[in-house]
């Protein structure tokens, strides 16, 4: 047993130590609804509880490979709403960055295609999006790239942007990873690391799509599991040293800062100001 307690002092006490050195995150769309972006699965606010307007089979359809192929306005009427730039990182991004600042974070795994991580200013080598992000696209036919403007310009009038390259009319998709695609190449190295991994934060994510919920399990048994979330989800609670935390990540990070003390609350407050 590595944790006093299952508990924030017990925490707090366990990260600023020199024995946790390695601390992985993993992040879902909870840790941005506080910026204004609604998550999936939450009953009422949930993006998949408010798709009426599109029409769409099933909610998940949206984000469907084989459907967007067909049909890709559903999404592109989505993606006006949903597309970075409008929204301002939270305090749990800052957190993340903080812990950058600190040395100890190793590499933060994220769901969310907000590319919030980076705008919070966490290093881009310690954030792996593992369902991609909104940062690049490319044709769905003939995978070349297409121009960000032009992108921008598309998504800000929900019109479905069309490849340019000779010959081609593919249909463009941002670089985010749709249901029936795989993970970045890179993903299988990038777990392999969570053998070397001392402390497990678990942020804002139902733990519902794999292979990404699965990383929970690949921590060594001995690494405490800390889930900070609205409702408790995954099999977190059934090792000796899994603590949940059901709370807003927000305030639970706040609670953490001030508990570490050495002035962790004054910079933390001082990175997300900035
Ligand atoms: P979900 O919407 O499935 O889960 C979000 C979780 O965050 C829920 O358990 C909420 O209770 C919790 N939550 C919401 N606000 C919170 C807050 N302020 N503080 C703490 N917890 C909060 O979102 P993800 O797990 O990220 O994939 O969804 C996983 C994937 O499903 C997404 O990456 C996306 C989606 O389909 C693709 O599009 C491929």
């Excluded at 403007?149 to 929900?158: L, N, P, R, S």
């Excluded at 519902?208 to 921590?219: D, E, G, H």
């Amino acid at each position: 047993i590595v944790l006093e307690g299952r508990d924030i002092p017990s925490i707090a006490k366990f990260l600023k130590s020199d024995e946790c050195k390695n601390v992985f995150l993993m992040v879902g769309a909870g840790i941005s609804t506080s910026a204004g972006i609604p998550d999936f699965r939450s009953p009422d606010t949930g993006l998949y509880a408010n798709l009426a307007k599109l029409h769409l089979p099933y909610p998940e359809a949206v984000f469907d490979i084989r459907y967007f192929s067909q049909n890709p306005k559903p999404f592109y009427t989505l993606a006006a709403e949903l597309y970075p730039g409008y929204y301002r990182p939270t305090i749990t991004h800052s957190f993340i960055r903080l812990l950058a600042e600190k040395g100890k974070l190793y590499t933060c795994f994220s769901q969310n295609i907000d590319t919030l991580e980076r705008r919070a200013g966490v290093p881009v080598e310690k954030i792996f999006e593992a369902h991609g992000s909104f940062a690049t696209q490319r044709c769905i036919k003939c995978k070349t790239e297409y121009p960000s403007e032009e992108m921008m310009q598309h998504v800000k009038k929900a019109e479905v942007p069309h490849c340019t390259s000779e010959g081609c009319d593919g249909v463009v998709k941002p670089d985010i990873v749709f249901f029936g695609e795989g993970l970045p190449d890179t993903f299988e190295s990038a777990i392999r690391n969570l053998e070397e991994a001392d402390l497990l934060i678990i942020m804002g994510t139902s733990l519902t799509v794999y292979p990404f919920a699965a990383l929970r399990s690949m921590v060594p048994a001995k690494c405490p599991r800390v889930l900070i979330n609205l409702d408790r989800v995954g099999d977190i609670g059934a090792r000796a040293d899994d603590v949940a935390l059901l709370m807003p990540c927000d305030e639970a990070v706040r609670k953490l800062c001030d508990e570490i003390g050495d002035g962790w609350t004054e910079e933390l407050e001082r990175l997300w100001a900035e």
